[in-house]
Each structure stands twice: as C-alpha cells, then as structure tokens.
C-alpha cells in the first residue's frame, strides 16, 4: 500500500505503470476455482450426451434377448418421468405373451400399452399380459411406464414363458 492523501490509501505504482491495487494470490486462486468449474460442467455435458442422465444417447437404454424375443429398456430413467419397455416377439404364434415380476409392478406405474393386450392377468410374483397377432405377422408391444422411486429398480421379465431375464434401472431424481 502506498502513501495516504487526505486519509484515504493511495495504491502504489506498479511495474506496468498501473496504479491499481490488486491481490495476484486471490487472483490465481479465483482460477483455479473457475476452471475447476468449466470441468464439472464439461463431465455434465458429456455424461448428459452419452446417456447417463436418463434421456437419450447410448448408455440410456439396454438389451436382453433369448429366443423369446428382445426387450429394449430404459437403462437410466427418471423419477415420475414417463419411459418406455419395447418388446419384440419372435416366432409366427398367435398369441404372445409377456410377464413381469412383482419386482417391475411395485417399481413402475403402468400407463398405457401399444397394441392393448388382449387380457392382463395377476400372477402370484407379477402380471402377465397377453398380445394377440394375425397370422404370419411379428407382434412388438411397448409398455409406458412412469418409475415411482428413485435408486435401483431390480425386476423380471419373460417373453413367452422362455427364460426369465434380471434387468436393473437405474432411477435418477
């Protein structure tokens, strides 16, 4: 600090001639905090491009096939969010169906469903929805789903009385 003039401090002159006061230590660390910062938001900008914030890109959805069928599901999704299960069924059956496990009812409020089921029965441990189709021709469902909790959603899900595949879905808030 320089000299004082009628009470009030007068900074110095500095080098580049400049007669201004300033504190280069708070200034570098202001910096330091910046870029930190323009990292965070560049990893949230990535994370968000691949997926991970349960909206699109390709870690937001995932796959789980046998000879059933395939059912494409929401990987990441978000709380009271609506989502969707795609379902695609293989085999020229007339009737298809599609079972989820107590698991999936509890974790999900079931909105509506493209085709309607012919018939949607309770099970002991899920539901069961059965899908009629012409013949010689695929049948695919999608389920529309809202999750009701956040954190991991473990459950079921069997195409056809085949294997019963484990998916999980993480729900973000």
């Known amino acids: ?15 580049d001639g400049l007669q201004v006061e300033d504190s280069t230590r708070a200034q570098r660390i202001f910096w330091v905090v910046e870029r930190c910062g323009w990292a965070l938001f560049a990893a949230l900008l990535l994370l968000a491009m691949f997926g991970l914030t349960g909206s699109g890109g390709p870690f937001a959805r995932a796959v789980v096939q046998d000879g059933s ?13 609506s989502d969707d299960l795609r379902v695609t069924f293989a085999g020229n059956a007339t009737t298809h169906t599609l079972e989820v496990s107590q698991a999936f009812v509890d974790a999900f409020e079931i909105g509506s469903m493209q ?5 949607s029965t309770t099970l002991a441990d899920g539901m069961r929805f059965t899908f009629e189709a012409g013949p010689d021709a695929g049948v695919s469902a999608s389920v529309f789903v809202t999750p009701l909790n956040v954190g991991w959603m473990d459950y079921a899900v069997r195409i056809d009385g085949g294997a019963s595949q484990e998916v999980r879905t993480l729900v973000l808030p």
């Open 1 to 15: 600090m320089g000299r004082k003039k009628y009470g009030i401090a007068v900074p110095r002159v500095r080098d």
């Open 69 to 81: 069928g395939r059912v494409d599901y929401p990987a990441i999704a978000r709380w009271h969010t």
């Open 115 to 119: 085709p309607r089921p012919a018939t």
